[in-house]
């Protein structure tokens, strides 16, 4: 029955959560419903305040500070009108001519230096619609190559990404952002190459058969901003994120004495091996926040309402994947969990494939994939290190699959992201969704499967 309540409750989030229920509800309610089924009545207070709460602060207290710090650093590029200014520079240099590649381009370089990719989709999909019309490129592909641009391989794949998605394996693993460089970047050429490929042939498929742009009346008008800076001004702050990350990981902190850590008051770790990932980023995106507002100092119509705003849009996120975290941990708690873990465990002797599986799974029916990865670490981290350790296979390996693979079935149609993404666009699952499902998740799939056989066969490089 224990096993049972943990299927009927995940079936139950995937549903609500398609339906638009808010996780922040549906978690605690739902982790609660499969204790319910373990027959543990007597614990449902106690199970609530002293593991999903604890859970879920502590994973608050964990990682919001990059949430924090990207919704802000994502809200200044957006309201300095750097990141417009970079899509009209990407458009400018690879021709309106080449408006999938521009489009996909222009979300990459974004997301990779750190922007939200909801602050990417608002930036992009007016020159994105204004190019699709004007090369007579029908509109559902908009989302597809928008989603393949913010959340494919700058999300999970390129080395020294600071989306949050790179950064949750670093605690559990000791790794940081730039772990398994080269085959992330493979990783992120398959996805970059199909997924570009692919639309251009869609677009010159569909168009042969006669279907253009369409009649979209409410098809935004492409503002242009007299003061809007120069392309390579825009794109420094971004520069200064990847770079100082890249220091900050690799040759500072780790030159720092930090046995200070060994202290009660400092958790008493032995090494900030844990931290030195998260660290890096913290301080490369306040360094690009600094710059950022000096560069545009006269630019700001109201400094303080963009900060506000950006600091206001950081805390349903968070709190949402935290939420998910708390679920996730109430459900690994439960007696019935131990034949579901055994079973993803068993799923294949190599530690790759079977986490794999797992983020996968638990992305997918999350909607999420921060939410999903969290999840899985919290529950099977420890699992997938030891066995990875007993077969000679490097963490920056299991750091970089386990990124990838919550970048693969979190897109279904229930995803946060794709509803969103929809909705700017003004299009509907029915018209564009093919687009973001063939870009978001079967591409990422080959990606992850050649990842994992490359690492298996050579091991991290």
Request: charged share 10%.
């Amino acid at each position: 029955m224990g096993t049972l309540g943990i299927l009927i409750s995940l079936a139950l989030l995937m549903y609500l959560a398609y339906r638009g229920i808010n996780v922040l509800i549906l978690a605690p309610l739902l982790a609660l419903l499969a204790l319910l089924f373990a027959g543990d009545i007597a614990l449902l207070l106690p199970t609530y305040t002293q593991v999903f709460m604890k859970a879920m602060g502590g994973y608050v207290i964990q990682f919001f500070p990059l949430f924090l710090l990207g919704a802000l650093f994502g809200k200044l590029m957006d309201d300095s009108g750097s990141a417009r200014a970079i899509a009209h520079g990407i458009v400018a240099k690879v021709g309106s001519e080449r408006a999938i590649l521009a489009i996909v381009l222009a979300c990459g370089i974004l997301t990779y230096g750190g922007v939200s990719l909801f602050v990417v989709a608002f930036a992009v999909y007016p020159i994105g619609a204004a190019l699709f019309r004007e090369a007579g490129i029908p509109k559902r592909l908009i989302p597809g190559a928008i989603a393949l641009g913010s959340f494919t391989f700058t999300m999970t794949a390129l080395p020294g990404t600071p989306a949050i998605q790179n950064a949750i394996p670093n605690p559990f693993f000791g790794t940081d952002a730039f772990a398994a460089p080269g085959l992330g970047v493979i990783a992120g050429l398959i996805m970059f190459g199909l997924g570009t490929w692919w639309l251009t042939v869609q677009s010159r498929k569909l168009m042969a058969a006669g279907e253009g742009y369409g009649e979209h009346r409410d098809d935004p008008v492409v503002e242009e901003r007299r003061d809007i800076p120069g392309f390579w001004l825009a794109l420094l702050p971004i520069f200064v994120v990847i770079a100082l990350n890249f220091l900050m990981a690799k040759q500072i902190l780790p030159a720092v004495d930090t046995s200070y850590l060994a202290k009660p008051e400092y958790g008493g770790l032995q090494d900030a091996k844990s931290l030195i990932g998260i660290w890096s980023i913290i301080v490369a995106l306040s360094a690009a926040i600094v710059l950022l507002i000096a560069l545009h100092w006269k630019r700001w119509m109201d400094l303080k309402k963009s900060v506000n705003d950006g600091a206001f849009g950081s805390m349903l996120p968070i709190l949402n994947t935290a939420a998910e975290v708390g679920y996730g941990t109430v459900i690994a708690s439960l007696a019935g969990f131990v034949i579901i873990r055994d079973l993803v465990l068993g799923v294949s002797s190599n530690p790759l494939i079977s986490e794999a599986v797992a983020v996968n799974i638990l992305a997918g029916i999350t909607g999420s994939a921060s939410g999903g990865m969290s999840i899985a670490l919290k529950t099977l981290g420890a699992q997938y290190l030891e066995m990875a350790n007993a077969v000679g296979i490097s963490p920056e390996l299991l750091h970089r699959v386990a990124a990838m693979a919550s970048g693969c079935m979190d897109t279904l149609p229930h995803n946060g992201a794709v509803i969103s993404l929809l909705a700017i666009c003004k299009l509907t699952h029915r018209e564009s969704y093919k687009f973001i499902f063939v870009n978001t998740v079967a591409f990422p799939m080959v990606a992850l499967a050649v990842v994992i056989t490359l690492g298996t066969l050579f091991g991290s490089f």
